[in-house]
């Protein structure tokens, strides 16, 4: 895989990644929630939340597998990118497609705004319920077959916060190297 050097996996914190872009797992109303959402507003401070507001004042607020940017806030990351993942309901109301494309729409954002580093958390695997093996193997061949046709973002990293996330996205980055 030529591009398995532009991927990294990270354990941790993803509103401590230092990276040009965040993605955050919002909910469709884009003003925060539990999970990562809520972690990233809190940490961003009070910009994202405007920003987040300006655009639901603008078109409303962000559907499923859809992505919109705002400013890092307080954070490392200069951006966030706010993307809706699918609530799992068995996988055969199109969460699958969904869920890709909240990894697709969102590269090409960071894509449009020149963005060089994006780090992802694991979209939909929290309150949603997405089982996270197959939402892992979602968002690994989504972003390596964005990135075989595209130079940016140039860097993706996967922040996982624990131990069997870790596992799940080892096993399937090692299978590409």
């Known amino acids: 895989m030529p591009n398995s050097h532009r991927i990294h996996l990270v354990q941790g914190d993803i509103t401590k990644v230092h990276t040009e872009a965040i993605v955050n797992a919002a909910n469709s109303s884009l003003l925060g929630g539990g999970g990562v959402d809520g972690a990233i507003h809190r940490a ?4 994202i939340l405007e920003a987040c507001r300006a655009i639901v004042a603008r078109q409303g607020g962000c559907n499923t597998g859809e992505a919109v940017i705002t400013t890092g806030g307080n954070l490392p ?8 993942g699918p609530v799992w309901q068995g996988g055969s109301k199109g969460e699958p497609e969904l869920l890709a494309n909240c990894y697709r729409n969102s590269l090409l954002l960071a894509a449009q705004n020149g963005v060089k580093s994006i780090a992802f958390p694991n979209i939909s695997t929290g309150v949603y319920g997405y089982p996270k093996d197959q939402a892992a193997k979602i968002a690994v061949e989504t972003v390596q077959a ?10 993706v990293s996967f922040v996982v916060f624990d131990a069997d996330n870790l596992a799940l996205y080892q096993k399937l980055l090692k299978k590409t190297d």
Do not use: K
Request: proline share 9%; net charge negative.
């Open 77 to 84: 990351a200069n951006y966030v990118i706010h993307t809706v």
């Open 44 to 47: 961003g401070g009070p910009a």
């Open 146 to 155: 964005y990135l075989q046709q595209h130079a940016f973002p140039q860097e």
